[in-house]
C-alpha cells in the first residue's frame, strides 16, 4: 500500500511540475508576441492624397484626439461565442493587442468548456504567420492550426479590424486601398496565398459599419473551405481617446443561411507607445 502511495503522489507532483513549466512557456510564448506586435514604430503617415477620401476621413476622425501613433492598441471585450448555427452562446472575456506598423495582432480568450474547465484561445496573426490554439488550464494544448491558409484568413481578420486601430490606416505601408462605389472601400495585404482582400463599408455619417469577404478560408473537420464572411460594426464612441465601435459581430455566410459566431463590446483600448 505504501509503494501505490508513493507511485501516486510522484505522479502527481510530475503531473503539476509539467503543467507549471507548460503554463509559464505558454505565457511567455504570449508575451512575446504581444512584444513583436509593439515593437515596431510607426513611420511617417502616407499622403491622405494616397488614400480613399472616406478612409483619409474616417482615420481624421477616429484619431482626433491622440496626435502621436502608438506603435499597437490593446483592448478588451466582453463578448460571447458559439460554436455552431445551432449551438449555444458561451461568454468570453478577452483582450487584444494589434499592431499599428506593420499588419498583425493577438487575440486571447478566456472561457469555460462545458461550463467548467477554464480554457484559452489564441488567435493570432505575428510575423506574417496565423497562430490559432487552444489550450486547457492555461498548459495543455487540444486544438491547433497551422498552414497558409489560416495566415491568410488570419490576415484578413487584420484588415477587417482596422476599425479599432485607426493609425494603422495611416501607417501601415502594406496596406493597399481601392474605392469600389456604393461606399464600399476595398483594403488588401500581401500573403504566401495571393493578396488577401476585405471591403469596408462607409455609412452616411463616414462610419465603417460593415466588412465582407468573399473567401475567407474556414475550417470544416478537416477541409479548408472559402467561405464569404461578414461583419458589422455600431455604437461609435470615444474609447481610449479614439472614436471607434463599441459593438461588433462577425459571421459566416453558409449555404445554409448566415451563422453569427462572435458579438461582443470593447470595454477598453489603450495605445501602446
Do not use: C
Not at 93 to 115: D, K, N, V
Not at 178 to 191: E, F, H, R, Y
Amino acid at each position: 500500500m505504501t509503494y501505490w502511495l508513493m507511485s501516486i503522489s510522484g505522479f502527481l507532483v510530475a503531473l503539476a511540475i509539467a503543467h507549471i513549466v507548460s503554463a509559464r512557456r505558454w505565457r511567455a510564448r504570449i508575451e512575446a508576441a504581444r512584444k513583436r506586435l509593439a515593437g515596431t514604430p510607426p513611420g511617417a503617415p502616407v499622403s491622405e492624397g494616397e488614400l480613399p477620401a472616406p478612409v483619409a476621413e474616417f482615420a481624421r476622425r477616429a484619431i482626433a484626439g491622440v496626435h502621436v501613433a502608438p506603435r499597437a492598441v490593446t483592448l478588451t471585450q466582453r463578448a460571447e461565442m458559439r460554436l455552431s448555427p445551432a449551438g449555444r452562446w458561451f461568454p468570453v472575456a478577452a483582450s487584444q493587442t494589434i499592431s499599428i506598423a506593420e499588419p498583425g495582432f493577438l487575440w486571447l480568450a478566456r472561457a469555460r468548456l462545458l461550463g467548467v474547465l477554464p480554457m484559452e484561445v489564441i488567435d493570432a496573426f505575428v510575423g506574417g504567420e496565423g497562430w490559432l490554439e487552444v489550450r486547457l488550464f492555461g498548459s495543455l494544448p487540444i486544438a491547433r492550426a497551422h498552414g497558409n491558409d489560416l495566415d491568410r484568413g488570419e490576415l484578413m481578420r487584420y484588415l477587417a479590424e482596422l476599425v479599432w486601430a485607426p493609425h494603422a490606416m495611416l501607417h501601415n505601408a502594406a496596406l493597399g486601398w481601392k474605392p469600389l462605389g456604393g461606399g464600399w472601400v476595398q483594403v488588401a495585404a500581401p500573403s504566401r496565398q495571393g493578396p488577401a482582400p476585405v471591403r469596408l463599408l462607409f455609412d452616411e455619417a463616414g462610419d465603417i459599419s460593415r466588412i465582407a469577404a468573399d473567401d475567407r478560408p474556414r475550417t470544416a473537420g478537416r477541409a479548408v473551405i472559402p467561405t464569404p464572411w461578414r461583419g458589422r460594426f455600431s455604437g461609435y464612441r470615444d474609447i481610449g481617446g479614439l472614436r471607434v465601435p463599441a459593438h461588433g459581430e462577425v459571421s459566416w455566410m453558409l449555404p445554409e443561411g448566415e451563422f453569427t459566431y462572435w458579438r461582443g463590446e470593447i470595454t477598453a483600448l489603450k495605445g501602446e507607445y
